[in-house]
C-alpha cells in the first residue's frame, strides 16, 4: 500500500524546487529579448510538466485499481527480452519440480525455464492485470507443465509445509511490505533439501552517490511502480536464512537508470 501523505510532499517539494531552479537560472541568461523568451518559456514547460507528473502521481495513488493497471502495462513493456535474461535465466533456469513463483507478472521468467524438470508451477501474484500475459507467455515458450495460478500477496502465501523443491521469486521483494513474513513463508513451503532462487535490485550501499540518488527518486518511483523500495535485501537473506546453505552474489545489473543497477542473485537450500 502506497502511503500518500508520507511520499507526496517529498515528491511536490523535489519538483517545485526543480522549477524554482530552472526559474532562478533563467535569470542569468542574456538579457536579450529572444534569450528571455527562451527562459520563460522553458520555466512555463518545466512547471506545466512538474504540475502534469504531480497529477499523474496523485491519481495512482489515490486510486489502488489505477495503480495495478499501470504497473501490469509498465511491466509487460519492460519484460522484453535483453541483457539481464543472462542473470535471470541463470537463476531461474534452476528451477525444478514443484516449484512456486513469487510475483511471476507478466511471465517474464517461462523464457527460462526448463520445460521437462518442472512438474508443476504455483504462481503468487496479487496483480490480476498480468493474468492474460502469463498464460500467453507460456503458450509462446511451449511450456506443458501446469500452471495453477494464486491471486495473493507473498505474505499471504499458506501451503503444507515442506510440499514444493523450489521458490522462484525475481525482482519481487522490493515490493512487499513484509519481507521477513515471505520469506518465512518460503522456508515452510520448502522440502528440506529444496532451493530458494532469487534475484532482486537492491540498495546501494550507505554513504555513495547511488544510494543518495535511490533515496531521490524513490518517492515517485514507490507510487510508479506499486510499493516497490531499495531495500538491503543481501542483509535480510543473511539475517533470515541462517542454517541454509545460500550463495549470494552482487552484480551490477544492465539498467537504463544508475539508483536500479545494484543487484544480488543467488540461492538458498534448506537443511536436509
Not at 501490469?72 to 537463476?91: F, I, M, N, Q, Y
Not at 528451477?95 to 508443476?120: H, M, S, W
Not at 524513490?218 to 535480510?236: D, V, W
Request: hydrophobic share 40%.
Amino acid at each position: 500500500m502506497v502511503c500518500l501523505c508520507c511520499y507526496l510532499p517529498n515528491i511536490c517539494l523535489q519538483l517545485l524546487s526543480a522549477s524554482v531552479l530552472g526559474f532562478i537560472t533563467s535569470r542569468f541568461f542574456d538579457r536579450g529579448k529572444r534569450s528571455q523568451r527562451f527562459a520563460r518559456l522553458t520555466v512555463i514547460l518545466v512547471s506545466t510538466l512538474t504540475l502534469v507528473f504531480t497529477l499523474f502521481l496523485i491519481a495512482l495513488s489515490s486510486a489502488p485499481g489505477l495503480r495495478q493497471a499501470w504497473f501490469a502495462k509498465l511491466c509487460v513493456t519492460l519484460s522484453t527480452p535483453g541483457p539481464l535474461d543472462v542473470s535471470r535465466c541463470e537463476v531461474a533456469g534452476q528451477a525444478y519440480g514443484k516449484v512456486v513463483e513469487l510475483g511471476p507478472g507478466p511471465g517474464t521468467n517461462f523464457r527460462c525455464y526448463e520445460d521437462a524438470k518442472i512438474e508443476q508451477l504455483t504462481g503468487i501474484e496479487p496483480n490480476e492485470y498480468f493474468k492474460a500475459e502469463l498464460m500467453a507467455e507460456k503458450a509462446k515458450q511451449n511450456l506443458t507443465f501446469p500452471v495453477e495460478q494464486r491471486w495473493l500477496r507473498g505474505e499471504e502465501l499458506d501451503v503444507e509445509p515442506g510440499t514444493f523443491d523450489s521458490v522462484v521469486g525475481t525482482h519481487v521483494l522490493c515490493t512487499v511490505e513484509d519481507v521477513v513474513g515471505v520469506l518465512s513463508n518460503v522456508k515452510k513451503a520448502l522440502k528440506p533439501g529444496g532451493t530458494y532462487l532469487f534475484m532482486e535490485h537492491v540498495a546501494a550501499e550507505e554513504g555513495t552517490w547511488l544510494r543518495t540518488a535511490q533515496k531521490l527518486v524513490e518517492p515517485a518511483f514507490t507510487i510508479i511502480a506499486n510499493s516497490c523500495r531499495f531495500k538491503n535485501i543481501e542483509g535480510i537473506l543473511r539475517r533470515e536464512m541462517i542454517g541454509w546453505e545460500c550463495d549470494i552474489t552482487a552484480f551490477d545489473g544492465p539498467m537504463p537508470l544508475p539508483p536500479f543497477v545494484p543487484h544480488i542473485r543467488g540461492s538458498c537450500i534448506k537443511p536436509k
